[in-house]
């Protein structure tokens, strides 16, 4: 009887973390490219599965529109705070769906897109390759320090011999 009511408790607890958490990003317009923390998850329309609540950074790419960038909190239901969480995911698995929805309207942008060349990508790449591990820094301006003019005729005991010959030699 112990042993019946012990499989029957894991396996009810095998089912637990039955909300389903989705984020929905929209935009106007929409076909915006959609970042979320540190990772590309679409095109908008989309949804997202997550796990944790608190807050995260979103950022909204679309060409010729503004990049448009901000932090969302996301907020834990009633049913997903602790201690309330433990029964309501884990001891009664309802089935839980909490759907937020996050959108934005992108401004068109005021200036053409800048699209790097080919050649300015290298070109910044063997800025960065020559700078070495530590990277590019500021130099201090080099101190242009003026050359002590050079003579013009040649010293007296520069002067060659007037014998014309090496002295001292036989």
Not at 37 to 47: L, Y
Not at 82 to 108: A, M, N, Q, Y
Not at 119 to 129: G, P, T, W
Not at 137 to 148: C, F, N, Y
Request: net charge negative; with cysteine; charged share 25%.
């Amino acid at each position: 009887m112990l042993r019946a009511a012990l499989v029957g408790g894991l396996a009810l607890a095998a089912t637990g973390c039955a909300a389903e958490r989705t984020l929905i990003f929209t935009s106007d317009p929409p076909g915006a490219q959609v970042r979320l923390d540190d990772e590309m998850v679409g095109t908008t329309p989309v949804e997202v599965p997550f796990l944790h609540y608190g807050t995260r950074r979103v950022t909204y790419y679309l060409e010729e529109h503004r990049t448009r960038s901000f932090l969302v909190e996301v907020k834990a239901p009633w049913y997903g705070r602790f201690p309330i969480d433990l029964i309501s995911e884990i001891l009664i698995p309802v089935g839980w769906k909490d759907r937020k929805r996050v959108h934005t309207v992108l401004e068109p942008s005021d200036r053409p897109t800048d699209v790097p060349t080919q050649r300015s990508v290298f070109d910044r790449a063997e800025v960065l390759r020559r700078a070495g591990p530590n990277g590019p820094r500021e130099m201090p301006p080099i101190e242009v320090v003026p050359a002590l003019p050079q003579p013009t005729e040649p010293a007296a005991d520069d002067a060659p011999s007037s014998s014309g010959g090496a002295s001292g030699q036989r």
